[in-house]
Structures are given as structure tokens and as C-alpha cells.
């Protein structure tokens, strides 16, 4: 009979124990996750920085063909010249708008 409330007290320990145990797996868990969310963080900054470089790239080349274009202006040029400079204008601006599309994504994703 003495030893029933020490039984009891060791088994609420070892309870006790194993709750503790499986908190700190828990918590083992979470900071893995946070690790690798740090990673991918560190990562989408990285591409961040090379679309904003590179977009800013293309900015200045759209400043150097509207420049271009002005002084064609000036000049008398060939239908297949306006023809070439229309088919880079569009190519530029679909780039510029994809790398615009693409880095909204990616700091809509870093916000969240």
C-alpha cells in the first residue's frame, strides 16, 4: 500500500517524460522547417535581385532604342528597317513584361 502513491508518482513522471519527449520532436520538427523556409527565403531574394538586374538591364535598352528611334526620325529608313526595329520593340516589351510578371511573383511569395 506505501508504495502505491510512489507508482503513481513514477508513472506520472514517465508520462510527464514522454510528453516532453515528443514536444521536443516537435520542436526538432519546426526549427528543420524554419531552417529550410530561411534557405528558400535567402534563395527567392536571390532570384529577386537577378530579375531586378536584369530588368533593369532591359529598361535601359528600351531608353537606347527610343533614343534610336528618334534619330531615325531625323533620317529617311527603309520598310524593312521599321519592320526590324517594331519586331525588337516587341521583344523587349515582352520580356520586360514577363520579367515584370515574374518578379511580382516572386515578392508576392516573400511577403507570405
Do not use: C, Y
Not at 523556409?37 to 532604342?65: E, F, K, N, P, W
Not at 515582352?94 to 515578392?107: G, K, M, N
Amino acid at each position: 500500500m506505501a508504495d502505491e502513491p510512489e507508482d503513481s508518482v513514477l508513472t506520472f513522471l514517465r508520462r510527464l517524460e514522454d510528453k516532453f519527449d515528443h514536444l521536443n520532436d516537435e520542436v526538432a520538427t519546426h526549427t528543420r522547417m524554419l531552417d529550410l523556409l530561411q534557405q528558400d527565403t535567402t534563395l527567392i531574394r536571390g532570384v529577386l535581385s537577378g530579375h531586378t538586374r536584369t530588368l533593369d538591364i532591359l529598361l535601359q535598352a528600351t531608353r537606347m532604342v527610343r533614343g534610336a528611334v528618334n534619330d531615325m526620325a531625323k533620317e529617311t529608313v527603309t520598310a524593312g528597317e521599321v519592320e526590324a526595329i517594331h519586331h525588337d520593340l516587341n521583344r523587349l516589351q515582352q520580356q520586360v513584361s514577363e520579367l515584370t510578371a515574374r518578379l511580382e511573383i516572386v515578392e508576392g511569395r516573400d511577403r507570405h
